[in-house]
């Protein structure tokens, strides 16, 4: 099971740290990842790490602005976000997969849990 939390209003230019706990899984073996859907658009990949967190990426719309982390004891991946823009208003799901993170993570089916979303709204 994952539960992510953490989300809510922001001014454009703020920041905001989402988490993700998870439960039921090994954690410390899994990938995790971030997506996010906006009204009216398809889901997309946001970050993922591997489960050293040695390798991470980004989509190009978050690099440089948005770090994902994550911290193995505590069970739980993060998603630093900074420098938050009116475009980045969506709702923020993270997943896990038992795979090694590759190119691939960018797309949906590559990961086999999902957990429920947290919105993120972003006021300009």
């Known amino acids: 099971q994952l539960q992510a939390s953490g989300g809510g209003l922001v001014q454009a230019g703020g920041s905001l740290r989402l988490s993700c706990a998870a439960s039921g899984v090994t954690f410390s073996t899994y990938t995790m990842g971030w997506f996010r859907q906006a009204p009216g658009k398809a889901r997309e990949f946001v970050a993922g790490i591997n489960w ?4 991470t990426d980004y989509s190009d719309s978050v690099r440089g602005r948005f770090t994902i982390s994550r911290d193995n004891a505590k069970n739980t991946v993060y998603l630093q976000m900074n420098s938050l823009k009116s475009e980045d208003t969506a709702v ?14 960018t797309r949906s089916q590559f990961w086999g849990y999902w957990g429920q979303g947290t919105l993120v709204t972003v006021s300009s």
Not at 52 to 55: A, D
Not at 92 to 101: E, F, K, Q
């Open 92 to 105: 923020y799901s993270c997943a896990a997969t038992g795979r090694v993170m590759d190119s691939l993570a």
């Open 52 to 55: 050293t967190g040695s390798r």
